[in-house]
């Protein structure tokens, strides 16, 4: 068990025990494990990086990969693929002891998502991680399984209704307003099949590259029309360029 501060309290709560929280310099916050694999890492961060390109209305929020989550003082963190907490935010001094990793103390609630990446039989997703996340009230938990390791099914998803995971019929979680699909292209010259976020529709969020495709071929559209436009006032004898602004 690590080193615990009890936080002061005033005369008023003298009677009662003081509020323990551990020491966040005795938590082991990086121990420079590296990534499982190229998949992973590819995987994690384009789950992370869509939700800051299309979701910035939605800010604050935390999205992160492989970053340990304290859930009580005695147990070693859980380290999820991805998580996501909406309403907090990062300290602007990430580098302190305390601000390094997500404790649940102190950011005061749990994620909403928590994802685990499955690569092999070893990883206990769906028996003792889907236990921890229950129990820290993480709102949905979800398990992309490429390679159908532990089930016939890629791609499942569990919602927490009281104090246990149900899994849910279809990809959507109804509470934040975020669904997960599952979208065969072209990602970084590699083409797979890859986990991504969809809305309510359906649509996929787009990437960062997509949102600036998507922007430029908007652009040569209305340049093209506005092309058009100038050809055919030329063509009734208007100089377009003479127009009143």
Known sequence: MVDQLALPTSEADQSDEAIIFPDANQLVTEDDTPVDNFASEKQQRLLTSILFSSLKERQPFIAAANVGIYYTDD??????DVFVSFGVQVAKDWWAKQNRCYLLWKFGKPPEIAIELVSNKVGKELTDKLAIYEHMRVSYYAVYDPKQRLSEHPLRIFELRGTQYFEL???????VELGLTLW???????DNTWLRWQDANGNLLPTGDEQAAQAQAQAEQERDRADRLAAYLRSQGINPDELPQ
């Open 184 to 190: 065969d292209g072209e990602l970084e010259g590699n």
């Open 169 to 175: 019929s279809q990809p959507w979680m109804a509470h």
């Open 75 to 80: 147990q070693p963190p859980i380290v999820p």
